[in-house]
């Protein structure tokens, strides 16, 4: 069956530091990929999304590439901000199913004035 | 409007109450969804509603009981519920062939007494 593992949490930066966020998957077929975030007492938002392998999503500083030969999709962004301090969750989607996502175990961000 | 309004916000029940939560959306989305979270997981998938058919129930309880009346409703009915089900209940809807971009309400978070 389909699975993601992100990297363990949490993860505490400053300031305009680099952030990485490691995701692998394991699935069936041709999945489209997606990394969500989660702001304190809010629900989750879709932050980007890939479709096929080489896409690249991107929105607001961050960014993910689908890379089917290391089956990773990992979030980055060169410079953080204290308001990107929030839970970051990569999930799939195999196939055309109606939105049955995989999660990722989710990685906590604390970003430090 | 690119909104998932979710009522109430908060609730608290006795296991022997009757109670419901409440999910709008007006994006013409012809998918929805119930997902529970526990704090610092990730969301798992209740049920999904293709074109207001119950279309995944992955194994809940009968004590949930989803309906979705139109294609803009989605309610969760709630019956002798135990402890262990307090958690954030998300509501979310979708594109009906776009699996995975899926759009989030805040939640209602359920207590259980």
């Known amino acids: 069956g389909n699975s993601v593992t992100q990297m363990e949490g949490p993860v505490t930066l400053s300031e305009e530091a680099f952030l990485t966020i490691n995701c692998t998957y394991t699935a069936t077929g041709y999945p489209s990929l997606f990394w969500y975030v989660q702001y304190p007492g809010e629900g989750l938002q879709l932050l980007l999304k890939?479709?096929?392998?080489?896409d690249k999503g991107s929105n607001k500083g961050f960014e993910a590439t689908y890379r089917k030969e290391t089956t990773s999709f990992h979030l980055e962004k060169g410079s953080v901000q204290v308001s990107d301090s929030a839970v970051y969750f990569c999930?799939?989607?195999?196939?055309?199913?109606?939105?049955?996502?995989?999660f990722g175990q989710g990685t906590i961000l604390t970003v430090h004035p | 409007d690119t909104e998932v309004t979710q009522t109430p916000k908060h609730l608290v029940m006795g296991m022997t109450n009757k109670k419901s939560l409440k999910c709008e959306q007006h994006m013409g989305h012809r998918a929805m969804y119930w997902y529970k979270q526990k704090a610092k997981k990730p969301p798992e998938l209740m049920f999904v509603y293709s074109y207001e058919k119950l279309s995944i129930n992955e194994s809940v309880p009968s004590r949930f009981s989803p309906e979705c009346p139109n294609s803009s409703l989605l309610n969760l009915h709630l019956h002798a519920l135990q402890p262990e089900d307090s958690a954030l209940y998300l509501c979310?809807?979708?594109?009906?062939?776009?699996?995975?971009?899926?759009?989030f309400g805040s939640g209602t978070q359920l207590s259980v007494l």
């Open positions: 979310a809807s979708s594109h009906a062939k776009e699996g995975g971009k899926l759009f």
């Open positions: 890939a479709t096929k392998a080489d």
């Open positions: 999930a799939l989607a195999g196939g055309t199913s109606y939105g049955k996502l995989t």
